[in-house]
């Protein structure tokens, strides 16, 4: 082959892979380790507003609004010959208008030298996203400060309120303040159950932790037998002394579950056991009470969000937080019948290696 078919098909090839980069969306650069741009494709002139003459004039620091030319100039120097660097900064268009982008740059050989070739994704959906979903955290940090300190307070003060009355009043309007203690105390484990499942929503993975399974399931047996004097709430045989893979909200888990137990109850003494017991390397919490038990259709869904009881008054988001922290730990909960009556709700979690 001659000299000048050699040329040609260099400049043909030249020509094929300026169309292949040329048809790409996102906006393609090649440059010299100065940050001298040496081609571009149709992307970058249409979405920057410069002529492509224009563009092969300057330098990336003149476009880069994200980062100085220092930086610039250090990630060019220290890019890794094996592997694509992948940042993000931003891009002023010649209107002065600036884009987020995501580079991804890797070295390459163009035209027998050694250049760097940079991919641009302009990510400003991404980022109104992420900025969108920053508010929400933000407020949802809020509700929980709100829930946590100002509406329980208040709720405490209403309960403690009811009952100095209770013993200044004649009995008729015993019945009238018993009834708003009890809604103000089933409004301090509504806000009890919300505050976890904020919580879970601020922290979306589980802290890698050791949790033992008796300390955690004998203190939820006692603050329920604080909290519901009339419930005969027991534990049955020994429970296993083994640590579990999960956090601090695992005692949401049992609280709720044992809440749900006695709640939802409607006998004259709610009556609750928890036993558990190990099955290789996961263990089995079995809680069971004496209740009106669960139909059968509504047992794959009683853990949906916003599911509720039969004639319960309940929000519904206790078994749905229940559920959210079980699939974290890798963890399953379901329920089954009791005999003669009432319900067992089953937890299985891993057990720490």
Do not use: C
């Amino acid at each position: 082959m001659s000299a000048d078919d050699q040329d040609s098909d260099r400049h043909r090839a030249h020509g094929e892979y300026q169309d292949l980069i040329d048809a790409m969306n996102d906006t393609a650069w090649v440059l010299d380790l100065d940050g001298r741009i040496e081609a571009v494709n149709e992307s970058a002139v249409r979405t920057l507003g410069y002529s492509r003459e224009t563009l092969l004039s300057m330098r990336i620091h003149e476009i880069d609004d994200g980062l100085d030319p220092g930086e610039i100039t250090a990630l060019i120097e220290n890019m890794p010959a094996d592997e694509i660097q992948v940042f993000e900064t931003a891009h002023e268009t010649n209107a002065g208008t600036t884009i987020p982008v995501e580079i991804s740059s890797s070295i390459v050989s163009y035209r027998g030298e050694t250049r760097v070739l940079s991919i641009a994704r302009d990510i400003t959906e991404r980022k109104r996203y992420e900025g969108e979903l920053e508010r929400q955290r933000d407020n949802l940090e809020l509700l929980n400060e709100v829930l946590r300190h100002d509406i329980r307070n208040d709720l405490a003060v209403i309960d403690g309120s009811a009952e100095t009355l209770r013993e200044q009043i004649d009995e008729e309007a015993n019945p009238e303040l018993a009834t708003i203690q009890e809604k103000a105390e089933h409004a301090i484990d509504l806000t009890t159950t919300a505050r976890d499942l904020a919580n879970v929503m601020l922290q979306p993975e589980a802290e890698d932790r050791r949790v033992p399974l008796a300390r955690t399931v004998v203190q939820q047996v006692r603050e329920t037998r604080s909290g519901h004097p009339d419930a005969d709430v027991t534990i049955e045989g020994e429970l296993p002394a083994v640590q579990l893979s999960a956090d601090e909200m695992l005692e949401a888990v049992f609280r709720n579950l044992l809440q749900n137990a006695v709640q939802h109850n409607d006998k004259a003494t709610p009556e609750v056991s928890v036993s558990a017991e190990r099955l290789d390397d996961r263990v089995a919490v079995r809680i069971a009470d004496n209740g009106p038990g669960i139909p059968d259709s509504r047992k794959s869904t009683i853990f949906g969000r916003g599911e509720k009881g039969l004639a319960s008054a309940g929000s519904g988001i206790g078994l749905y937080l229940v559920q959210t922290l079980v699939d974290r730990y890798d963890g399953t909960v379901w329920v089954e019948d009791r005999e003669p009556d009432g319900s067992v709700f089953v937890v299985e979690l891993p057990i720490a290696e």
